[in-house]
T-cell receptor
Framework: GAVVSQHPSWVICKSGTSVKIECRSL??????MFWYRQFPKQSLMLMAT?????????EQGVEKDKFLINHASLTLSTLTVTSAHPEDSSFYIC???????????FGQGTRLTVV | KQEVTQIPAALSVPEGENLVLNCSFT??????LQWFRQDPGKGLTSLLL?????REQTSGRLNASLDKSSGRSTLYIAASQPGDSATYLC??????????FGKGTSLLVTP
């Protein structure tokens, strides 16, 4: 299957700082990328959908000014958690699709811990 | 809003057993359904993708079926091995374009 690379795999940051997470499709062009959040023993919850060259669409309850998403190219999307707080600690994971309604491929996930 | 339910939540079986994981969804107007495997602290590995027009897909010891009209899918694992231990997630794609996930089935295969 196609490869989606997500970095970093884990990060610890101080409260009030910002953290950037990268999601890259290595061997295909991703027209759409999705960002999910997963709490312990819970399922994945969609945060936002991003299409290359346009503004991300955020799910209800997700603060767009806190979770900045940039999809500057067909192979890269970034999620920046701004002014992180301990309650933002979670597992963040991205997915990418080459075309609408095709198979979704996921990155390795990023474990964010805010102290 | 699409709701995806997976039963059982957890399952423990001895090595060599055949097993079935169940997934149900509330809105049958889906584009496709995917089964994933997630190891602790890791990302998701796609196992099988079933398009809405298909009834089943097979890969090695895995077979997934889809009954769209009744809102059900099953993942059949033949001759289970300890390396199959993981959480298995079912996800459906509907008109929202993003995947809607169940909470998963945590599988433990004991030697």
């Amino acid at each position: 299957g196609a490869v989606v690379s997500q970095h970093p795999s884990w990060v610890i940051c101080k409260s009030g700082t910002s953290v950037k997470i990268e999601c890259r499709s290595l061997d295909f062009q991703a027209t759409t990328m999705f960002w999910y959040r997963q709490f312990p023993k819970q399922s994945l919850m969609l945060m936002a959908t991003s299409n290359e060259g346009s503004k991300a669409t955020y799910e209800q309850g997700v603060e767009k000014d806190k979770f900045l998403i940039n999809h500057a190219s067909l192979t890269l999307s970034t999620l920046t958690v701004t002014s992180a707080h301990p309650e933002d600690s979670s597992f963040y994971i991205c997915s990418a699709e080459g075309a609408v309604n095709t198979e979704a491929f996921f990155g390795q996930g990023t474990r964010l811990t805010v102290v | 809003k699409q709701e995806v339910t997976q039963i059982p939540a957890a399952l423990s079986v001895p090595e060599g057993e055949n097993l079935v994981l169940n997934c149900s969804f509330t809105d049958s107007a889906i584009y496709n359904l995917q089964w994933f495997r997630q190891d602790p602290g890791k990302g998701l590995t796609s196992l099988l993708l079933i398009q809405s027009s298909q009834r089943e897909q097979t890969s090695g010891r895995l077979n997934a079926s889809l009954d769209k009209s009744s809102g059900r899918s099953t993942l059949y694992i033949a001759a289970s091995q300890p390396g199959d231990s993981a959480t298995y997630l079912c996800a459906v794609k509907d008109s929202g374009y993003a995947l809607n996930f169940g909470k998963g089935t945590s599988l433990l295969v004991t030697p």
